[in-house]
């Protein structure tokens, strides 16, 4: 083990082979914020349980360890330095005392819920996306039941304080798509948010017909006024979060859960939208790991739409007016994807002429912009956009930093 001395015995040492990884991510869960850049990298490098006793200091590293974690943090887009692993030991001191993971799972199974892990038969394989940032676990209220890959889910946000066109928008293509047999994903908050669930809820026909990510703990259904909302789609479908039960939803995680929405979805469609709306956030998640981001165009007068035409304006977005404008961004993946190919035939079988123009454009080294791949494909940059989209969930397309090559197996 790499540098690793042992100063301790952990509480998760004791345990069986088999929960070991599940109690260390739920303590982990509490000891670090979301998207702490350090610890995902610490946990990377040694792995859950070995990185909970160093964070909680009853294992000592050696110089190797952050060596390592530096350059996860730099291949992730961090900077070359960082101020060490002991100035995150000090910031996660406060907090080893409260850890208490057993009593989170037993909340957990009260509520009827469960945690799940990266590796296990439920865990959504597209959170892989996030690279570094994917979450450490979830902590999922609802009914045991796999949840549906990213071309089957689309995202529907936007404002908290909609207007009467935005919410007829949402609850018409939520309904749409859940007719369709996509399931929805949202926020949870007031707003197009909620406004996308009761559309999925009454619309839906898959198994899991909406999901709502939550920014605080499960345990409680936040906001109070969609408190029978939130726990008719814990019911039907799915209520979960990457911070433990007890967890306040802060603003600051209100942005963290963004990019999980980002992520379960292979099309993100922003409805309305002010000029600086948390949901031109998740937006931007989307775009940054190479999902597709559509927005719906509304009255030049509309403040609730001033984001809409921002991201129209800084060329991020595709303008949709209808379910089947939606449903062709996510490229019909659920059939597209669906089925054993017949022994030799070739991995980019069923794309479309301007997929395959698009394919053949991408180059195989260095990555290239929207912009570029506009000129050399011919194509238009929404046409680009949504492509690129619907080839990187194939497998065919790979991001970096928003440009754009051709995956290794295309």
């Given at each position: 083990?790499?540098?690793?001395?042992?100063?301790?015995?952990?509480?998760?040492?004791?345990?069986?082979?088999?929960?070991?990884?599940?109690?260390?991510?739920?303590?982990?869960?509490?000891?670090?914020?979301?998207?702490?850049?350090?610890?995902?990298?610490?946990?990377?490098?040694?792995?859950?349980?070995?990185?909970?006793?160093?964070?909680?200091?009853?294992?000592?590293?050696?110089?190797?360890?952050?060596?390592?974690?530096?350059?996860?943090?730099?291949?992730?887009?961090?900077?070359?330095?960082?101020?060490?692993?002991?100035?995150?030991?000090?910031?996660?001191?406060?907090?080893?005392?409260?850890?208490?993971?057993?009593?989170?799972?037993?909340?957990?199974?009260?509520?009827?819920?469960?945690?799940?892990?990266?590796?296990?038969?439920?865990?959504?394989?597209?959170?892989?996306?996030?690279?570094?940032?994917?979450?450490?676990?979830?902590?999922?209220?609802?009914?045991?039941?796999?949840?549906?890959?990213?071309?089957?889910?689309?995202?529907?946000?936007?404002?908290?304080?909609?207007?009467?066109?935005?919410?007829?928008?949402?609850?018409?293509?939520?309904?749409?798509?859940?007719?369709?047999?996509?399931?929805?994903?949202?926020?949870?908050?007031?707003?197009?948010?909620?406004?996308?669930?009761?559309?999925?809820?009454?619309?839906?026909?898959?198994?899991?017909?909406?999901?709502?990510?939550?920014?605080?703990?499960?345990?409680?259904?936040?906001?109070?006024?969609?408190?029978?909302?939130?726990?008719?789609?814990?019911?039907?479908?799915?209520?979960?979060s990457e911070v433990p039960p007890g967890s306040a939803p802060t603003r600051y995680r209100f942005l963290q859960?963004?990019?999980?929405?980002?992520?379960?979805?292979?099309?993100?469609?922003?409805?309305?939208?002010?000029?600086?709306?948390?949901?031109?956030?998740?937006?931007?998640?989307?775009?940054?790991?190479?999902?597709?981001?559509?927005?719906?165009?509304?009255?030049?007068?509309?403040?609730?739409?001033?984001?809409?035409?921002?991201?129209?304006?800084?060329?991020?977005?595709?303008?949709?007016?209808?379910?089947?404008?939606?449903?062709?961004?996510?490229?019909?993946?659920?059939?597209?994807?669906?089925?054993?190919?017949?022994?030799?035939?070739?991995?980019?079988?069923?794309?479309?002429?301007?997929?395959?123009?698009?394919?053949?454009?991408?180059?195989?080294?260095?990555?290239?912009s929207v912009e570029k791949l506009t000129v050399v494909a011919g194509l238009s940059p929404d046409a680009v956009?949504?492509?690129?989209?619907?080839?990187?969930?194939?497998?065919?397309?790979?991001?970096?930093?928003?440009?754009?090559?051709?995956?290794?197996?295309?």
């Amino acid at each position: 083990m790499r540098d690793i001395k042992t100063e301790g015995t952990t509480r998760v040492a004791a345990l069986g082979t088999q929960d070991k990884e599940r109690i260390a991510r739920a303590a982990l869960a509490r000891l670090m914020e979301p998207q702490d850049s350090v610890g995902l990298a610490l946990v990377r490098t040694l792995g859950a349980v070995d990185a909970l006793g160093v964070a909680t200091g009853e294992l000592a590293t050696g110089p190797s360890v952050e060596q390592e974690i530096s350059a996860l943090l730099v291949e992730a887009g961090g900077p070359a330095s960082w101020a060490g692993l002991p100035a995150s030991l000090r910031r996660w001191a406060p907090r080893v005392a409260d850890l208490a993971p057993d009593r989170d799972l037993e909340t957990m199974r009260r509520l009827g819920g469960r945690l799940i892990v990266p590796g296990d038969e439920l865990w959504p394989e597209q959170l892989g996306d996030l690279g570094l940032q994917e979450p450490l676990c979830l902590w999922w209220r609802g009914q045991e039941q796999p949840l549906p890959r990213a071309r089957q889910t689309i995202a529907l946000v936007g404002s908290r304080d909609s207007t009467s066109y935005g919410a007829s928008v949402t609850g018409d293509f939520a309904y749409g798509l859940a007719q369709r047999g996509y399931t929805v994903v949202s926020g949870g908050a007031y707003g197009i948010d909620a406004h996308a669930h009761r559309g999925a809820l009454s619309g839906g026909v898959a198994s899991v017909p909406t999901i709502a990510v939550m920014a605080g703990g499960v345990d409680r259904y936040y906001p109070s006024g969609n408190e029978d909302l939130l726990r008719a789609v814990s019911t039907q479908g799915a209520v979960i979060s990457e911070v433990p039960p007890g967890s306040a939803p802060t603003r600051y995680r209100f942005l963290q859960r963004n990019r999980i929405i980002a992520a379960l979805a292979s099309v993100t469609v922003v409805v309305e939208a002010r000029w600086r709306s948390g949901a031109l956030n998740t937006a931007h998640h989307a775009e940054s790991i190479g999902r597709v981001v559509a927005a719906v165009p509304g009255s030049i007068h509309s403040a609730n739409s001033a984001g809409c035409h921002r991201l129209f304006r800084d060329g991020g977005a595709v303008c949709v007016t209808d379910v089947g404008e939606i449903t062709e961004l996510a490229g019909e993946m659920g059939e597209m994807g669906s089925g054993a190919k017949d022994e030799g035939s070739a991995v980019h079988d069923g794309l479309s002429l301007e997929d395959l123009i698009l394919l053949d454009a991408l180059p195989l080294r260095s990555a290239s912009s929207v912009e570029k791949l506009t000129v050399v494909a011919g194509l238009s940059p929404d046409a680009v956009r949504a492509g690129l989209g619907r080839l990187g969930l194939m497998g065919l397309a790979a991001s970096e930093r928003g440009a754009w090559k051709r995956a290794k197996n295309a």
